[in-house]
T-cell receptor, first 114, second 116 residues
Framework: AQSVTQLGSHVSVSEGALVLLRCNYS??????LFWYVQYPNQGLQLLLK??????LVKGINGFEAEFKKSETSFHLTKPSAHMSDAAEYFC????????????FGKGTKLTVNP | EAGVVQSPRYKIIEKKQPVAFWCNPI?????LYWYLQNLGQGPELLIR????????DSQLPKDRFSAERLKGVDSTLKIQPAELGDSAVYLC??????????????FGPGTRLTVL
């Protein structure tokens, strides 16, 4: 069965600082991996996805993530945080050729301090 | 292009009452999902439709929950009777239905249910 672990339910950074949100996955087959962002009282929006092409994936709003098979990780980074990045971030996994079911982590709430 | 539409956005009911949520997916999206999101948790799949067929309802508590997607477009999720533990956000998502788990799921804003 697939699963996702997001380390740190809350992360706080200063504006302009590096953002690092951690995600580790478990999957019996090479997975597809996703990062979604959720702003208050809104639905989830896709930031980026890994589908077995390049291991470094660039997404919207300056975010990127690197797939590391040896570490079973897919951490999300952004070089310089902006106040508008404050939101909740979810990592998710699905199986290629499978049911298209997304299995989400518990989420990490990012706070950006001025 | 309009996004996924859900209504109502908020609902407060007494326990044991019935409640229904409505979802209108993006036009042309054949696959529709209902997710449950508890406070402080990630979304969990309740049911997935391919057109009008429910192809994965293994996580749907069928004693009190039901869903339908007549004509393969709009969908309704119902709870009867509601329990205190049903308080959560119910999210609807849709995709074009490209095979293989690659397709981006587009999410609606959700319905926040409070059961008193």
């Amino acid at each position: 069965a697939q699963s996702v672990t997001q380390l740190g339910s809350h992360v706080s950074v200063s504006e302009g600082a590096l953002v690092l949100l951690r995600c580790n996955y478990s999957s019996s087959v090479p997975p597809y991996l996703f990062w979604y962002v959720q702003y208050p009282n809104q639905g989830l929006q896709l930031l980026l996805k890994y589908t077995s092409a390049a291991t470094l994936v660039k997404g919207i709003n300056g975010f990127e993530a690197e797939f590391k098979k040896s570490e079973t990780s897919f951490h999300l980074t952004k070089p310089s945080a902006h106040m508008s990045d404050a939101a909740e971030y979810f990592c998710a996994v699905s199986e290629p050729g499978g049911s298209e079911k997304l299995v989400f982590g518990k989420g990490t709430k990012l706070t950006v301090n001025p | 292009e309009a996004g996924v539409v859900q209504s109502p956005r908020y609902k407060i009911i007494e326990k044991k009452q019935p409640v229904a949520f409505w979802c209108n997916p993006i036009s042309g999206h054949n696959t529709l999902y209902w997710y449950l999101q508890n406070l402080g948790q990630g979304p969990e799949l309740l049911i997935r439709y391919e057109n009008e067929e429910a192809v994965d309802d293994s996580q749907l508590p069928k004693d009190r929950f039901s869903a339908e997607r007549l004509k393969g477009v709009d969908s309704t999720l119902k709870i009867q009777p509601a329990e205190l533990g049903d308080s959560a956000v119910y999210l609807c998502a849709s995709t074009k239905g490209q095979a293989g788990g690659v397709d981006e799921q587009f999410f609606g804003p959700g319905t926040r249910l409070t059961v008193l």
